[in-house]
Structure formats: structure tokens, C-alpha cells
């Protein structure tokens, strides 16, 4: 029971994490204006996209773990290790935010750029034998919560929580980089 308990507080953090990129993101496209029908529909496909995306990238690394054995655990620790410190990197960037407007072709391309970490962080999760369900839900509800969040904070505040919300998810996968690893 408290490996169960252990493992849903780890996949929680890694969903928090996933979700504060998307989160970060959303502030800035909150300062669209965009009504709440439109922040509804931009968080709810931003969550689905964070269902299908570690589900395949899943799928992807048990295949590998059962074809590489460890090799595929020390790759997923270090494609994590990657991926956190991508993220740190980004968030102290000072370019300027996407210029499609989420709607349509423009709503599908944003959901699945803020997506590409998850299908990432899925694989090593598949390499590293994680529970499916919870997975995919977890990460599937905190990105929708954390979308929503960002695109209704963005719209009453300015951006200088941004960059520090980012950096703060890549350093939760950077932690779990290490612990794939070293443990």
C-alpha cells in the first residue's frame, strides 16, 4: 500500500510538473482576453492531448524496456535529465509568445507543442513500468486545471510568474531524471 501511495505522489509531482509548462504558456496566451467558453475549450484539449501523448509514448517505452532492459531505464533517466533542463533553459528566454490564436488548427498545433514533453516524460514512464490509468489521468487532469489556471490568471495579471513556473517544472523532472538514474 505505501508503494501505491509513493508511486501516485510521484506521478502527481511529474503531472504538476508537465502542467506548469502549459500553465506558463497560457499566461502569456491569456492576455488574449479570451472569454471563458474559449478557456474551457483551450484547457479541456490541451488535457486530452496530455492523455494521448505519455499513452503512446507509454506504450512506446514498455516496448523498449522489454527489448533494452536497463539500457531503457538509464535512456529514460537521462531523456528526463534532458527535458527538465530544456525547460529551465526556456523559461529564462526572453522571446515572445506563440503567435497562432488557439482556435481551430491554431488550438490543435498549441495543445500538442505543450503535449511533446509528456509523450516524452511517457516513455521514460513506460521504460520505468509506471501505472497506466493513473498516469494518463493524472497528467490528463493536472494539465487542464494548470491550463485553465494560466489562461484565467494571465487574463488579470502580467507575465513575471512565467518564467519562474516553468523553471520550477523542469527542475521537478530534472529530480526525477536523477532518480531514475542514481536510485
Do not use: N
Not at 25 to 45: E, H, K
Not at 78 to 89: S, T
Not at 112 to 118: G, I, P
Not at 155 to 165: D, E, K, P, T
Request: aromatic share 14%; net charge positive; no cysteine.
Amino acid at each position: 500500500m505505501g508503494a501505491l501511495v509513493g508511486e501516485m505522489m510521484a506521478l502527481s509531482m511529474m503531472a504538476f510538473a508537465l502542467g506548469m509548462d502549459a500553465f506558463s504558456v497560457a499566461l502569456g496566451m491569456g492576455m488574449l482576453r479570451l472569454r471563458l467558453r474559449q478557456i474551457f475549450y483551450i484547457g479541456l484539449t490541451v488535457g486530452l492531448f496530455h492523455i494521448v501523448m505519455p499513452l503512446v509514448g507509454m506504450a512506446v517505452g514498455r516496448l523498449l524496456s522489454r527489448e533494452l532492459g536497463s539500457f531503457a531505464t538509464y535512456t529514460g533517466g537521462a531523456l528526463l535529465l534532458w527535458l527538465g533542463g530544456q525547460m529551465i533553459v526556456t523559461s529564462f528566454r526572453h522571446e515572445g509568445g506563440s503567435p497562432l490564436f488557439p482556435r481551430g488548427a491554431g488550438l490543435l498545433f498549441f495543445a500538442f507543442t505543450v503535449s511533446l514533453d509528456s509523450f516524452s516524460v511517457g516513455l521514460s514512464l513506460g521504460i520505468f513500468g509506471a501505472q497506466t490509468m493513473a498516469t494518463i489521468f493524472l497528467f490528463g487532469l493536472f494539465s487542464m486545471g494548470l491550463t485553465w489556471m494560466g489562461l484565467i490568471v494571465g487574463r488579470r495579471v502580467q507575465q513575471w510568474l512565467g518564467a519562474y513556473s516553468e523553471a520550477l517544472g523542469g527542475s521537478i523532472l530534472l529530480a526525477f531524471g536523477f532518480k531514475l538514474l542514481f536510485w
